[in-house]
């Protein structure tokens, strides 16, 4: 049931499958375990959950095929993040999750510095010619 409704709930009938966006089909299926894993790394703090975010992460690479895809998924988890000083239970509950969200991020980017380097180098001169005003225009006139 949960397969049928990966493959034909309406984000990835419109965004996915119309528009051929691979890497968002994996991100679609990874999502759920990244969020899970990172909330309990979040909300206690034991190292295996950090260590099964990373190993989802890591083996669901393809799913940050674009910057913007990082960021999506990073707004994201700071929600998650934020979500975890609700209710309110003082100066250090704040502290240790924002700790927890500093040392989880900073370790997400140094295991995935292998990739995002060389993609940061070679970023502006692929994406000037792929993101084109004009070719834009006309997929949304396509679609529509």
Not at 10 to 27: A, G, K, N, S
Not at 79 to 85: C, M, N, P, R, V
Not at 92 to 117: C, E, S
Request: aromatic share 20%; hydrophobic share 60%; charged share 10%.
């Amino acid at each position: 049931m949960a397969g049928i409704f990966y493959m034909f709930n309406p984000y990835m009938m419109i965004q996915v499958w119309h528009r051929f966006i691979h890497t968002t089909i994996v991100l679609a299926a990874a999502l759920p375990y990244l969020a899970l894993f990172w909330n309990k790394w979040i909300q206690e703090g034991k190292i295996k959950y950090l260590l099964f975010f990373l190993l989802v992460s890591f083996l669901s690479v393809y799913a940050f095929g674009t910057y913007a895809f990082i960021l999506a998924v990073w707004i994201f988890l700071s929600l998650f993040s934020l979500a975890a000083i609700i209710p309110w239970q003082g100066k250090k509950q704040v502290y240790t999750i924002g700790l927890r969200f500093i040392f989880g991020f900073i370790i997400w980017i140094l295991i995935n510095a292998w990739w995002m380097i060389p993609v940061s180098q070679i970023s502006p001169a692929v994406l000037s010619g792929q993101h084109k005003t004009e070719e834009s225009l006309m997929t949304l006139i396509t679609i529509s």
